[in-house]
């Protein structure tokens, strides 16, 4: 089975802090994503990344950047963190061959 | 650029009954998704749907897929209390890289007595 996991379920942040959201996945899947769920919106595209070191904007990149130093491993950063920024964060990864995604259990952000 | 949209947002359904929900998108996509989220739970996959006429089922769901049409459709029959959950379609634009998807915008399903 594939594992997809972040690093936190839930997370509270102030305005204007660093952080950190992780994933890891076990199945050496080259492709990795990071989404933002919000209520009537669906899920939303952030960052991307084919390979290590590779990275591409999705559809809401502002506010966001990312990190993959390791192919297992796919940071999604908030350089300053907003009360806009408060939603759940979705980590999900890609292999070439699969003909779907697979997600992980999801960290739900709240920025005060 | 592909836009999804589902339609209800919201669906109240009494056990026993069938309804469907609608996800129609805007440009060519090559594959299509349905996903099923229980409250504070990741995605489940369901369907992969990857040609026209494609017709999977499972259960008390069936998903079809209308390429022509733009439109995906999620039947429920005799819908069951277990069946309450967030269901999402999301559609892969051709020519896009794995697993860029773009996803509606969630149909919240309530099933009671």
């Known amino acids: 089975d594939v594992k997809v996991t972040q690093s936190s379920r839930y997370l509270v942040k102030r305005t204007g802090e660093k952080v950190f959201l992780e994933c890891v996945q076990d199945?050496?899947?080259?492709?990795m994503f990071w989404y933002r769920q919000d209520p009537g919106l669906g899920l939303r595209l952030i960052y991307f990344s084919y390979d290590v070191k590779m990275k591409e904007k999705g559809d809401i990149p502002e506010g966001y950047s990312v990190s993959r130093e390791k192919k297992e491993r796919f940071s999604l950063i908030l350089e300053s963190a907003s009360t806009n920024q408060t939603s759940m964060y979705l980590c999900?990864?890609?292999?070439?061959?699969?003909?779907?995604?697979?997600f992980g259990q999801g960290t739900r952000l709240t920025v005060v | 650029e592909l836009k999804v949209e589902q339609n209800p947002l919201f669906l109240s359904m009494q056990e026993g009954k069938n309804y469907t929900i609608y996800c129609n998108y805007s440009t060519t996509s090559d594959r299509l998704y349905w996903y099923r989220q229980d409250p504070g739970k990741s995605l489940e996959s369901l369907f992969v749907?990857?040609?026209?006429?494609a017709v999977k089922q499972e259960g008390r769901l069936m998903a079809s897929l209308d390429t022509k049409a733009r439109l995906s459709t999620l039947h429920i029959t005799a819908a069951v209390h277990d069946l309450s959950a967030t269901y999402f379609c999301a559609g892969r634009a051709g020519g896009t890289s794995y697993g860029k998807l773009t996803f509606g915008q969630g149909t919240i399903l309530t099933v009671h007595p």
């Open positions: 749907l990857l040609s026209n006429g």
């Open positions: 999900a990864t890609w292999g070439w061959m699969d003909t779907e995604a697979f």
């Open positions: 199945m050496d899947h080259e492709n």
